[in-house]
């Protein structure tokens, strides 16, 4: 079992930076997946990007690659992103996520959400 828990949104001017954390539960949090979703109102949810276990891995949507940048401590149980030059249209409720599977980038494949954390980015 995981718990997770997102910190660190906020509001944010159009080219500005902010860094979401994920605190995660649980002893075996190392050998999970993690990934980051959001979910702006009136879409669906949608993958940000995502890190394996190791961390060898990481993917990133293509609307967030060159900007974002995911990240893990296994020591401290965590996954952090970093979010730079940060859009409007990256407004959204963001969410962590946990799988015991491989690194995909659809929410079935994940067994494990927290609450989220909203991101606002004004123009």
């Known amino acids: 079992q995981v718990q997770l828990v997102e910190s660190g949104g906020g509001l944010v001017q159009a080219g500005g930076s902010l860094r979401l954390s994920c605190a995660a539960s649980g002893r075996t949090f190392r050998s999970y997946t993690m990934a980051w979703f959001r979910q702006a109102p009136g879409k669906e949810r949608e993958f940000v990007a995502g890190?394996?276990?190791?961390?060898?891995?990481?993917d990133y949507a293509d609307s967030v690659k060159g900007r974002f940048t995911i990240s893990r401590d296994n020591a401290k149980n965590a996954v952090l992103l970093q979010m730079n030059s940060l859009k409007p249209e990256d407004t959204a409720v963001y969410y962590c996520?946990?799988?015991?599977?491989?690194?995909?980038?659809?929410?079935?494949?994940?067994?494990?959400w927290g609450q989220g954390t909203q991101v606002t980015v004004s123009s």
């Open positions: 890190i394996n276990w190791s961390p060898s891995y990481t």
């Open positions: 996520a946990a799988t015991a599977s491989g690194l995909f980038r659809h929410t079935a494949q994940y067994d494990y």
